[in-house]
């Protein structure tokens, strides 16, 4: 089956500067990776996604890039702020099934 | 409006016992889900259901027991409940089973005493 393997599992940077988590992907056939946010005793919820047919996508602050041939990819956050504190989670889907990563506990300093 | 619901918010109960827990959406989605939050956050899949059809049964023991009456509610059934089930149980919707959107509900804390 698949497995995604996401680091870090924590990162703390300083408001305003930006925030890299990176996630490694075992299965050449997953073709959607999406990123989702948990804020502290909330639901995930889903900030961003790429298919495998797209190397890259930006939405605002956020940025999720795809390199299939090495099966990675990274969301990036640009200009930090504090709301951006949570958990972040990565996932890959493969035959219907999403498996997720393990979590990078972000924490934007003021 | 409260897309993907989820009832009880909170469980306590005692090793044994019998427990479920129910979840609707009100999106007008085929597919739902249950996923399993452990204590460190990992969130793992357990079941999903496409039109009430049952897709993807992972190793989950077959104590747990999911039931979708309709496409808009999927219940699961936990009998015998034991120490290690103590986690956040999150239901899910999307539109379909490929790459798709997941909206997930509120969560339920399950404390197993």
């Known amino acids: 089956g698949e497995n995604v393997e996401q680091h870090p599992s924590t990162l703390s940077v300083q408001e305003g500067d930006s925030a890299v988590i990176k996630c490694t992907y075992s299965?050449?056939?997953?073709?959607?990776f999406p990123w989702y946010k948990q804020e502290l005793g909330k639901r995930p919820q889903l900030i961003i996604d790429i298919r495998s047919n797209v190397g890259e996508k930006k939405d605002q602050r956020i940025a999720v890039t795809l390199n299939k041939t090495a099966k990675h990819f990274s969301l990036h956050i640009t200009e930090t702020q504090p709301e951006d504190s949570a958990v972040y989670f990565c996932a890959a889907n493969r035959n219907e099934k999403l498996t997720f990563g393990t979590g990078t506990r972000l924490t934007i300093i003021p | 409006d409260t897309a993907v619901s989820q009832t009880p918010k909170y469980l306590v109960t005692q090793m044994g016992n019998d427990k479920s827990i129910k979840c609707e959406q009100n999106?007008?989605?085929?597919?739902m889900y249950w996923y399993k939050q452990d204590s460190k956050k990992f969130l793992k899949i357990m079941f999903s259901?496409?039109?009430?059809?049952?897709?993807i049964n992972e190793t989950v023991p077959n104590r747990f027991s999911p039931k979708s009456p309709d496409k808009a509610h999927l219940n699961l059934h936990i009998n015998s409940l034991e120490l290690g089930d103590s986690a956040v149980y999150f239901c899910?919707?999307?539109?379909?089973?490929?790459?798709?959107?997941?909206?997930f509900g509120p969560g339920t804390r399950l404390t197993v005493t």
């Open positions: 999106l007008g989605h085929d597919t």
């Open positions: 899910a919707s999307s539109r379909g089973l490929l790459n798709y959107e997941q909206y």
């Open positions: 299965d050449s056939a997953s073709n959607y």
């Open positions: 259901y496409n039109n009430k059809e049952l897709i």
